[in-house]
């Protein structure tokens, strides 16, 4: 049986305290991308409280998807954005989620984004990486965001990092490794770079600063 909303928040008060889960309950955060860094950031802070999720991708779940990103072997072939919906509905039932299946552009970046505190970048194409960071900053002012650059191969954890770039742009992984060169994702090293921006977000929600 699912706990009913007030032993829901109250769990979460617990361990975050209440000044914290007031702060991740009121943010909106927007999750661009849905593959092995956006599946992982949407569980991270669905599951730590903050209030709404908006969740974009255009992209079908794959078998070759599945051993890094969070999704299931039943859910071949949904839109990521359907089964993201569903699992996050079993984790955290009470995050409110808005689902885009579609591909973000320069034409509708600012209508998929508005009303988003924070934005987290989770493309694998360094063209569409640098469209929604600069559109973000150029566009959305009072946005934050942040990105991701290297996180392949097997490389030691302790390169995976984040950097303050500006006030408003912040930017998690080793700055260097790339699939092409790597010859591959693993899930740890993917999800260790995630957990960097998804930590990030929450640390920006609470007023800690780089």
């Not at 969740?55 to 949904?78: C, E, M």
């Not at 392949?152 to 930017?171: C, E, H, M, Q």
Request: charged share 20%.
């Amino acid at each position: 049986m699912i706990p009913g909303r007030e032993e829901w928040m109250r769990a979460l008060i617990e361990r975050h305290g209440e000044a914290c889960h007031r702060r991740f309950q009121s943010a909106v955060a927007a999750v661009c991308g849905l593959g092995g860094l956006g599946s992982n950031i949407a569980i991270a802070l669905a599951r730590a409280g903050v209030g709404k999720l908006i969740l974009i991708d255009f992209d079908r779940v794959d078998l070759t998807n599945l051993h890094r990103q969070q999704y299931k072997a039943s859910q071949i072939g949904q839109y990521k954005t359907q089964a993201m919906q569903d699992n996050l509905r079993e984790i955290a039932p009470y995050t409110e989620l808005e689902t885009h299946a579609v591909r973000i552009t320069e034409e509708n970046l600012q209508e998929l984004l508005r009303g988003a505190d924070i934005v987290c970048e989770a493309f694998d194409n360094a063209q569409s990486k640098a469209m929604l960071v600069n559109g973000v900053l150029e566009e959305l002012p009072g946005t934050v965001v942040v990105a991701a650059s290297g996180m392949a191969g097997l490389g030691t954890p302790n390169s995976v990092r984040t950097r303050k770039i500006t006030d408003r742009f912040y930017l998690c992984g080793d700055g260097i490794s790339e699939v092409q060169t790597a010859q591959s994702l693993v899930a740890p090293r993917v999800m260790l770079c995630a957990a960097h921006q998804a930590l990030t977000v929450l640390r920006i929600l609470a007023g800690e600063n780089e």
